[in-house]
């Protein structure tokens, strides 16, 4: 195809006496037009393979090229793998100013997920960059992982004695967006009593799935016996679950975590837990002081090592392909719906 534009183009010569200099721009050009996109994956956490799969099948049937760096131990791989592609997937993967300084071609960065939280968005629209999220396709797994860490503390972290049951407990998700919904769908099947909080999210949507709404994040946390937290990470909430808040927490309380460890007051959660031994931690974020948390608090915290919540097959996919193809739907038809630096 570019020889065929090359000869077109000095053909053309012929006809219009095209200068040299004009004849190599119109080569370029032709030739970036026809020069196969790449998108890259890049994933320190990898995805199953059988989503990687179907990512390579959307990125090759819109005649794109797929690169993966997966698993990878060094910022450095992740700046000399983001050189030339046009396109990014990304997981938890920091994309900062660097990243996209050395990403001279990227036109579109995709957090396959809900949290955004660690892309730039300001510098990716300073370097031009479309930065979308994938809403909503890991929702269910993450849910699901809430509620085994429900049971999880409600059985003593089964440790053999003897626990108690989640069925007619109160139960308070911070954040009704998605994830909270899944979690409100899953625990009305355990026969919890649900309640949120969610200040951008209108009362009658929750009262339409069964859910109490409360006023506030205080009579959330005064009201429940578990507490499931999916706020994101933002200037706002980074620290906000703190003492305060926790002080009003009924006895025998649970506080889930599957949403950002910077939304915890980390020293505080430990004074806090110093002081009431009835109070149990379970997290798939790891606290910067796990190692401190699992010595004090042993039978009544629990992290996992490495965030679980959207690591399913099932989300993967749905992510995955979804990020996908949001970045063919962008290169080739500028949908932006799901841009979140717009
Ligand atoms: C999200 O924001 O989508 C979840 O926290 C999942 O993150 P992960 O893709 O790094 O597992």
Do not use: W
Request: charged share 20%.
């Amino acid at each position: 195809m570019c020889v065929f534009f090359y000869t077109f183009a000095a053909n053309m010569e012929h006809v219009y006496h095209i200068p040299e200099q004009k004849e190599k721009e119109i080569f370029v050009y032709y030739t970036t037009l026809v020069k196969k996109m790449k998108v890259l994956v890049a994933t320190e956490k990898p995805f199953a393979k059988v989503a990687v799969d179907g990512i390579r099948q959307v990125v090759e049937q819109a005649g794109y090229e797929l690169v993966l760096l997966e698993k990878y131990t060094s910022k450095q791989q992740l700046l000399e793998a983001v050189a030339d592609v046009d396109a990014l997937i990304i997981r938890s993967d920091n994309v900062d100013a660097e990243v996209l300084d050395a990403a001279k071609n990227l036109k579109i960065v995709v957090r396959a997920g809900a949290g955004y939280d660690n892309i730039d968005l300001a510098a990716a629209t300073a370097h031009n960059v479309v930065a979308m999220n994938t809403p909503g396709q890991n929702s269910n797994a993450v849910a699901e992982l809430a509620l085994g860490l429900m049971v999880m503390a409600v059985r003593n972290l089964y440790n053999g004695t003897s626990g108690t049951e989640l069925m007619g407990k109160k139960l308070g998700i911070h954040a009704y967006g998605n994830v909270g919904r899944n979690v409100a769908r899953i625990a009305k099947g355990f026969g919890m009593s649900i309640y949120a909080y969610d200040a951008y999210c209108p009362a009658e949507v929750m009262v339409n799935e069964g859910v109490t709404p409360v006023a506030s994040a205080e009579e959330l946390y005064s009201t429940c016996d578990i507490v499931s937290l999916h706020i994101p990470a933002t200037p706002e909430t980074k620290g906000s679950i703190n003492n305060a808040l926790l002080s009003r927490m009924p006895q025998g309380a649970v506080l889930v975590n599957t949403a950002r460890k910077e939304v915890i007051n980390e020293d505080e959660l430990i004074q806090f837990m110093q002081m009431r031994k009835d109070f149990k931690y379970m997290t798939d974020i790891m606290p910067a002081a796990d190692q401190k948390m699992q010595e004090l608090f042993e039978g009544r915290y629990f992290a996992t090592p490495k965030k679980m919540g959207a690591q399913t097959a099932e989300a993967n996919i749905n992510a995955g392909i979804a990020a996908a193809k949001q970045i063919v739907d962008y290169l080739e038809n500028g949908n932006t719906k799901f841009q979140v630096n717009k």
